[in-house]
């Protein structure tokens, strides 16, 4: 894994950032070359944060937990992606605060291929991401190596301010080129 980074966003990048994302669901791009993997994921999960996040600026770790929905479409290592359910799961380390942070961490996602069977992917990722103006979640964006996408957050459990951020409802969009 890379160093932790954290990015400061101005305020109207932030704004206009958080318009863009908030306005529509987060679409992944279509796949187009001819790489032998190569595919797009959306997901809604639930990320376990720990020891929770409030608005002061400190270290915590997050993984995805409980239920998910995830839909890939595409190939992997030139096995196209059957119609069903990926799984989608991911953890790692962030320094900020419910506001804005950065951090960086491992997604799977496992996947049904034509002919039978699953197919995994592992790859460390960074993410960057900022509050929604009024508190109600975070949007931003992840990138690795042929990996980019973005998700938008909510709060599930504690609200940042009189509880810590234990729980939140994630939305996340992604496209893998290798």
Do not use: W
Not at 73 to 99: D, F, M, W
Not at 142 to 153: K, P, Q, T
């Amino acid at each position: 894994m890379t160093a932790l980074q954290l990015r400061v966003c101005a305020p109207a990048a932030a704004l206009a950032v958080t318009a863009v994302l908030a306005a529509a669901a987060p679409v992944p791009a279509t796949p187009r070359s001819t790489a032998s993997t190569e595919f797009s994921c959306v997901a809604s999960t639930q990320s376990a944060v720990s020891p929770g996040a409030t608005t002061k600026i400190s270290s915590f770790r997050f993984t995805s937990a409980g239920k998910q929905t995830s839909s890939c479409t595409g190939r992997i290592n030139g096995v196209e992606i059957k119609q069903g359910r990926a799984v989608v799961t991911y953890a790692g380390r962030l320094h900020g605060s419910c506001l804005l942070g950065a951090g960086t961490a491992a997604l799977t996602i496992k996947a049904p291929v034509r002919g039978g069977g699953y197919r995994v992917v592992n790859t460390p990722y960074t993410l960057d991401y900022v509050a929604v103006p009024g508190g109600s979640g975070a949007v931003g964006t992840v990138h690795g190596r042929g990996l980019d996408g973005s998700f938008a957050f909510t709060p599930s459990r504690g609200d940042c301010v009189s509880e810590p951020l234990t729980l939140a409802n994630v939305s996340l969009a992604f496209t893998y080129v290798r």
